[in-house]
């Protein structure tokens, strides 16, 4: 039974000695992989405080076997006392025979005394060795219990840092994929045919400008031209 304890605990342990990260590597889904060791640990844990409660109330019962044994010794040993007593009444009185009488329960009282004895010493290197069992068993299994706490936590943990870690890996291929695109060239040559298309507007009003002056000077020369031969006329008209 004390081996089936044992390697309950062992059992816990060789978990609890697991290289996670090892297991997590070969894993398709780790969180579902931390999950399922933290149920193995957890059933784990249960067998061993049924198999740890069974030894202590073994340990227990040898206990109250032990106590009956000592009771027992001393009732005997009272009897022995009181047989012993009347046989010295009876002898004083000069009574042989019944003094031997009570003489004789006196020695069985005595050997079952003795007997009763002999059982407690017996049993008590049994119960020290057995209480030092059970109080390495509940400290393996306390600590046991406590590494399943640390493990739920570090389940947690590597959880979230999973899901972070896969944040920021979805948020680089984002990135990147822009980086890749690079709109900005897009912009620049759009704005470079704009900048073209504005020039092109600006020559045409410039040249519209230089065309529309050009007009109103030569209309300004045509009526220049009209005064003077009008002056002339008006000369050669005094003259004759």
Known sequence: MMAEKQSILGRITQLAKAN?????????????????????YTNSIAEAEEAVAQTIGNLRLAEKDYEADLDAAREWGEKAVAASQRADQASEAGNTDEAAKWNNLAKVALGKQLDYERSAQGAEDMLRNQREVVEKLKAGLNSSKMKLE???????????????AAAQEKLQDTVSSINVLDPTSELSRFE?????????????????????????????????NAEIEARLAALKNKNN
């Open 192 to 224: 470079d045919q704009v900048r073209r298309q504005e020039a092109l507007a600006q020559g045409r009003a410039e040249l519209a400008a230089d065309s529309f002056e050009a007009q109103f000077d030569e209309l300004e020369n045509a009526g220049t």
């Open 150 to 164: 640390d493990l739920k936590r570090r389940r947690d943990q590597l959880v979230a840092r999973q899901k972070t």
């Open 20 to 40: 996670i990260n090892a297991l997590l590597d070969r894993a398709e889904d780790p969180q579902k992989m931390l999950d399922q060791l933290v149920r193995d």
